[in-house]
């Protein structure tokens, strides 16, 4: 069983930051890709950023040079800056668990991330 528990999120005005975390326990392999996903009302949702166990990462070009993603692998946490942050990256997060080896992908709650104009 692995749980993915989020924090962080709000409300924010235009131009301001907001960080992100998220914690996993449970059956973890060390080798995996952790990372972030957000979809807003009526849209697909769709990757923000993710990174791997190795410390590869992958941004969505919509938030490269604004958001930077981390990780602390002893701790199986990952984390989300997000700065200048504008409306359109209004939407719910998520955190992204993928063991590749086992063919598995979990989810954690999500959590709002709201930004105001």
């Known amino acids: 069983q692995v749980q993915l528990v989020e924090s962080g999120g709000g409300l924010v005005h235009t131009g301001g930051s907001l960080g992100l975390s998220c914690a996993a326990s449970?059956?973890?392999?060390?080798?995996?890709?952790m990372g972030w996903y957000r979809q807003a009302p009526g849209k697909q949702r769709e990757l923000v950023a993710a990174m791997s166990s190795g410390g590869t990462t992958n941004y969505a070009t919509s938030v490269k040079g604004r958001f930077t993603i981390s990780r602390d692998n002893a701790k199986n946490t990952v984390y989300l800056q997000m700065n200048s942050l504008n409306p359109e990256d209004t939407a719910v997060y998520y955190c992204?668990?993928?063991?590749?080896?086992?063919?598995?992908?979990?989810w954690g709650q999500g959590t709002q991330v709201t930004v105001s104009s």
């Open positions: 992204n668990l993928r063991i590749d080896a086992i063919r598995k992908e979990y």
């Open positions: 449970g059956s973890i392999f060390s080798i995996n890709v």
